[in-house]
């Protein structure tokens, strides 16, 4: 509302996406005291675009991610998506035009689920593998650069008796080196933020600061929420009239 | 408890051979090839380079107690005391595990001559799909190495990439092939090329109501487009062969075969036994030299 957010939600998207849209969106109905009938434009992105059945305008997905990073922090330079199963990096300008982009949705050990899968190996929640490895002091290489070896050395680490935190900062240095490399491929500008669910982990921000050479790294609080607040921004501009839809 | 239930599907039987037409005292010179791989363990032992006897384990965590493990299993059915041995090489991903090994070699090396021996020196291109690594090796009518490429940094078209699926889909590994085939009809391959985005798309694929086998079918069809790729950076001059242990998946090289438009040498022997036994004769040529 007047291009400030007033509420937002999350959900896993499950094997249901229309469950998954309708609870997110209840999440943030709630959070913003109002109601369905109250929303006066719709953008949708992400890979399930088109399944938002609500939606006035459908946004791509880098649009989506330079125009949310850029609402958190005015002066983001770069803008680092961070999904389960792609990232994406944006280079923006001054006016927060897009200057260059690059994606990488072919290998997971450069995603999320990276660290899903480790996480699983390690009998650890996701949640808790950033709090965890924030715990480490020691620099452990990953040696394989696939997550299925590295799972595979993992649990050689394991049997090797390495401490938990000390394996997850090694996989969370793994990541951040490989998502530095798509970085560097289009070059660094500052200010640099990270969005994404993978957002979240505060350990790979910390490995992105240190693999980046970056004092700081800008990470807004709802991190998942990234690109969904960059289509809430297009829709909102978006000239397109609209009638209110009764949901 | 919940561990010791679990089932493992990636397992295959362990086996080791002797041959009954060859008797060891006979020969000139015994020697050793172990070949260490990150999956599976082999060794080979040769009479005056006849193979008298093999074996094939899983590697486990430990590389130098898989050479002691592989070689104790090989001579658990043979009657010849290790020191007769003349020379012994190591080579694969644990060569330098080998602690008995007289000398280690490259596992390239070993395999084009192991290809040579097992298919004849007709074999030009040689395909070996181990448990982590795919190479091309182009060789000579000797076995000799002229050209190679190798990935070993994705799991994609790899061994461990099928145990993946094996376990996700609680097929037991061997009967991927054969099961890959019950399907009506041939579907398209699965999307991903990468083996954790491959399995997340299977699992979808099955709440959508696809069977296993229309599953394996699609896995293994991307699984022979990505060895294809490989494949073609090398490119194949025929005589083509097949060595490694996805070697034994149907559901994959009967598949693969009409892509590379070719069609492969046959081998009585079993093709994970390629490097072990090349490195058994590496050993040889050198007990002639001295």
């Known amino acids: 509302m007047n291009n400030q957010i007033i509420g937002s939600g999350a959900a896993a998207t499950g094997f249901n996406q229309q469950e998954a849209v309708a609870r997110s969106l209840e999440e943030a109905l709630c959070n913003a005291g109002v109601t369905r009938d109250q929303i006066t434009k719709t953008g949708s992105t992400g890979s399930g675009r088109k399944a938002v059945g609500m939606a006035d305008i459908m946004v791509n ?33 001054n006016d927060g035009a897009i200057m260059d982009f690059t994606i990488n949705e072919k290998c997971a050990a450069g995603a999320g689920a990276f660290i899903e899968t480790i996480a699983r190996a390690l009998e650890t929640p996701v949640s ?81 600061k240190r693999e980046l050479n970056l004092r700081k790294i800008y990470v807004p609080e709802r991190p998942e929420c990234g690109a969904a607040t960059g289509a809430a921004i297009m829709a909102s501009e978006s000239t397109l009239k609209t009638i209110p839809k009764a949901l | 408890m919940a561990e010791n239930d679990k089932k493992e599907y990636w397992r295959w039987t362990e086996s080791n051979w002797k041959n009954p037409d060859i008797r060891w005292k006979d020969a000139e010179y015994i020697t050793l090839g172990i070949d260490v791989g990150s999956v599976s363990s082999q060794a080979v032992i040769m009479a005056d380079s006849q193979i008298f006897a093999y074996g094939n384990t899983r590697t486990g965590s430990n590389s130098p107690d898989s050479a002691r493990k592989v070689l ?79 990935n070993d940094k994705c799991a994609a078209g790899t061994g461990r990439g099928m145990e993946v699926f094996a376990d996700i889909l609680e097929v037991p590994i061997v ?113 002639l030299i001295e």
């Open chain 1, 61 to 93: 997905d880098i649009m989506a991610i330079a125009r949310g990073g850029r609402y958190y922090f005015n002066n983001a330079g770069t803008v680092i998506d961070i999904g389960a199963e792609d990232v994406k990096v944006v280079r923006i300008d």
């Open chain 1, 128 to 208: 808790e593998m950033g709090p965890l490895s924030l715990k480490s002091g020691k620099r452990i290489p990953i040696n394989a650069q696939c997550v299925v070896f590295a799972e595979s050395e993992v649990i050689g680490l394991i049997h090797a008796k390495t401490a938990r935190h000390n394996i997850i900062r090694a996989v969370h240095d793994a990541l951040a080196s490989r998502i530095a490399s798509l970085v560097f491929r289009i070059g660094l500008q500052e200010d640099i933020v990270i969005t994404g669910g993978v957002g979240k982990n505060q350990g790979v921000a910390d490995s992105m």
């Open chain 2, 72 to 150: 104790g299993y090989t001579l658990d059915k043979v009657d010849i005391p290790e020191d007769r041995v003349d020379r012994c090489v190591g080579t694969g991903y644990g060569r330098v595990n080998v602690p008995f090994a007289d000398n280690a070699v490259t596992e390239i090396a070993c395999h084009a001559r192991g290809a040579n021996f097992i298919y004849g020196p007709e074999v030009k291109t040689v395909l070996d799909i181990g448990g982590q690594d795919i190479k091309i090796i182009r060789c000579d009518n000797q076995g000799r190495v002229v050209d190679f490429y190798m």
């Open chain 2, 175 to 287: 009967e991927i092939g054969e099961r890959s085939f019950q399907v009506e009809e041939e579907p398209r391959p699965v999307s991903h090329t990468c083996v954790v985005y491959a399995r997340s798309e299977a699992v979808n694929l099955l709440r959508k109501g696809w069977s296993t086998e229309r599953v394996l079918a699609a896995y293994c069809r991307a699984m022979a487009e990505r060895i294809c790729s490989l494949v073609e950076r090398l490119g194949v001059i025929s005589g083509f062969a097949v060595t490694g242990g996805m070697a034994k998946n149907q559901g994959v090289m009967d598949r693969l075969m009409p892509m590379i438009g070719l069609e492969p040498m046959h081998t009585e022997w079993d093709t994970q036994i390629a490097g072990a036994a090349g490195a058994a004769l590496i050993a040889y040529d050198s007990c």
